[in-house]
Nanobody, 127 residues
């Protein structure tokens, strides 16, 4: 059974850091494309970052470039999102997702039809 479980969210002051984890089970995340997404209150879900795990290529939405970093711990079958210099506008529920399809592209377009999403972890950044 494919499962994604996010953790690591919480309340942090502006300028602070958090590291989110997305633990995968039921499949091996190696060689796949995965992504981080977020949904702020009253807003639509947006992409944060997508990674081509086989090649380690990553893209980030402009608003998080230079502050967020995606990494993979293959020994734990887990994808992480390290978030530094957090801003109040980063407040959202963060989700990880995959459609279990390996691709060369780092585009997040696949997420529109992705079947596998975690339940999310809440990040709140106070000003």
């Amino acid at each position: 059974q494919v499962q994604l479980v996010e953790s690591g969210g919480g309340l942090v002051q502006a300028g602070g850091s958090l590291r989110l984890s997305c633990a995968a089970s039921g499949f091996t995340l190696d060689h796949l494309n995965m992504g981080w997404f977020r949904q702020a209150p009253g807003k639509e879900r947006e992409e944060v970052s997508c990674i081509n795990i086989a090649y380690g290529n990553v893209n980030y939405v402009d608003s998080v470039k230079g502050r967020f970093t995606v990494s993979i711990d293959r020994s734990k079958n887990t994808m992480m999102l390290t978030m530094n210099n957090l801003k109040p506008e980063d407040t959202a529920v963060y989700y990880c997702a995959t459609d279990l399809v390996p691709r060369l592209s780092t585009s997040c377009a696949w997420a529109r039809g992705a079947d596998y999403w975690g339940k999310g972890t809440l990040v709140t950044v106070s000003s």
